[in-house]
Structures are given as C-alpha cells and as structure tokens.
C-alpha cells in the first residue's frame, strides 16, 4: 500500500496517507478497536471499497481497477457467508467453477482442502448440519480452494465461544505454516493477534501506531496508544527532570522521582507518560537492586491460578497491578499491608503524554 487514504463523505479521512508492505506467505494481523480504520484496510485491499487516493498492489501489480472476483483473494467473514442451500462440496466447488476448473480439477482441489482443515467425510452435509467451528473450517477451506495470492480474514473468529476459538486460531496458524500462503487477518482481540501473528499493525484514528513483531510490540511499545492496548500496563503521569539519548529522569505528580529508559518523549519540562507491566514489577527487592523503589500498600488480591493479581497504592495511585506468580516461592501478602516494590530503569518506558 502506497499514501492509502479513504474518505467517505470526502472531508474526514477514516484512513490516512498510510503505507504498509505484507511480505509474502507472512500472517499480517490487523488490531485496533472498533472504528480505528482496521476493516476499511481490508476491504480497500478485497476491492470491496475504492481507495479515496494512493495505490494498492497485489505481486507488484497494482489493483485499485481491478474488480474483487479478479485479484485472485480469498476472504473469511465473521459469518462464514456459507450458502446455505449448498451442501460442503458444493460450496468449496462455487469458486473453482467461477474460474471455470475441470471436474476432474474440483474433485482433487475439494479433496484436498478438506484434508487441511480435518473434515473428510462432510462433502455431502449442508451449513446448518455443522458446528459453528466445522463451518469457519469450512470457510477456511474455502478461501483455499483456489490457491489464491492473498487470504484476507475479518474477525474471522468473533462468534465462538472462548475455547472454540482458541482452538481454530491454533488450526489457522498450523494451516499457514503448512501452506506458506500470505494471509492478512483483522481482529480487535490483542491474545488473539499475539497468538498467530507474524507481525502486527495496531491501528488507531486511521493511522498504524506500530507495526512489529508481537514480542516486540508488548516489550518495546513506541507510545502510550499501544503500551496501553497491547497487554495489561501500568501509565503513570509526570514531568521530565533530566534525560540523555537512554534514560531519563521524572517527576511524578505525588512528587516521587522515577528513573526510566527514554523512548519517545518531547524534552526536558514536558509531560511524559510512563508505562510498566505489571509482571515486571518485584515484590520486595533486595535494598539498593534496583533504582527505583517505593513503598506501596496492598489494597487487593485476586486469585488467577497461575498468578495473583495485586493492585497496589503507590506514588499516589490506588490502581497500580503487580502480578505475582502462583509459586512456592512467592511471598505471603495481606490486604492492608505496605511492602517494598520496585523495577528496573529498562522496564519502565517513557513514551509521549497521550494516550
């Protein structure tokens, strides 16, 4: 995608000037939440929306005039857009005989995509017959079919229940991986995106924020939109004191003073937004490990299996997480209690005051 921009009513642009490269047989998702420009992305790209201006291209070739039943994509809905008088091998068979395949073609095409996604045996059952997962398998496969260049996946998985839908996005992974087909897939799920992805753009307001690899974009977020989205985060509020090109020095408003590593903060005098995992945090560290060290009172505990959830005051904020892994080695601690907390200077990021 080249300078994409998509207006709707010609004055407020809902995509702006954004430019992007999808690596082929990478798994590109999409995130952002509802209204960020994420799904009018990939309908410009299905054809199924004009670009207001830039150009898209498909193998170098550009695309803008090139109707959807010719880009040569496959797409998934939500809704799996399964027709629902056809039986299984009839809907795997609609797009092969639109691009005019032999019967012979069909069967072993048919054949093998059901093969990928383990449903051998349903060719003859119709939509309404199968399970909610059985149908997103089957759309699957029928995106498939085809050998498209491109599979597009909107909220492909939005309406299973939670197990169901951690399985498929294991399934849609492994068959990536099998296929090497590149794939662009639009989720507002965060576990989601971190689970399958190759990569991930985090769009908001129109504009991709970050585009990285997964472990990137949770520990080296590049602002405070996406240390906030991506994962559970700490934001606290302060001006800058001092600051070199790494780390840099803060002044929160209850007056306590951070040491933090410099990201992406505007200069000395300005606001600046801190950001901190709540598992980077360590309940009491040995005196002097660490630079930074408070005092903090428990206020909550909340058993989660492998971890207890603990909010925390501290430095003038009541809704500070910790959270502290379910072990044998995990101290005791008691609602109502002040204990020691602290964390390293890398762990905690200065990024811009929005957000």
Known sequence: MEEIQKSYDGETLVIKNMNMDVTRGEFLTMLGPSGSGKTTCLMMVAGFEPA????????DRPINKVPPHKRGIGMVFQDYALFPHMTVAENL?????????SKEECKQRIKRV????????FEGRRPSQ?????QQRIAVARSMVFDPDLILMDEPLGALDKNLREQMQLEIRHIHERLGVTVIYVTHDQSEALTMSDRIAVFDDGVIQQL???DKLYEEPENAFVA?????????????????????KIELDSKDIIQAKNVNIAGIGNRTT???RPERVIIEPAPGSMPNIFNARVEELIYLGDHIRTRLKVCGHDDFVVKVANSSARAALNKGETVKIGWNIEDCRALDPSG
Request: hydrophobic share 35%; glycine share 10%; aromatic share 6%.
């Open 52 to 59: 207001t201006h830039g150009e898209i291209y498909l193998n």
């Open 93 to 101: 068979e609609f797009p092969l005989k639109v691009r005019k395949m």
């Open 114 to 121: 059901l093969d990928m996604v383990q449903l051998r045996g």
């Open 130 to 134: 199968l399970s909610g997962g059985q």
């Open 212 to 214: 990285a690899h997964p």
């Open 228 to 248: 906030h989205f991506i994962g559970e985060n700490n934001r606290l509020l302060g001006n800058i004191l001092e600051a070199d090109d790494k780390n840099c």
């Open 274 to 276: 801190l950001s901190l």
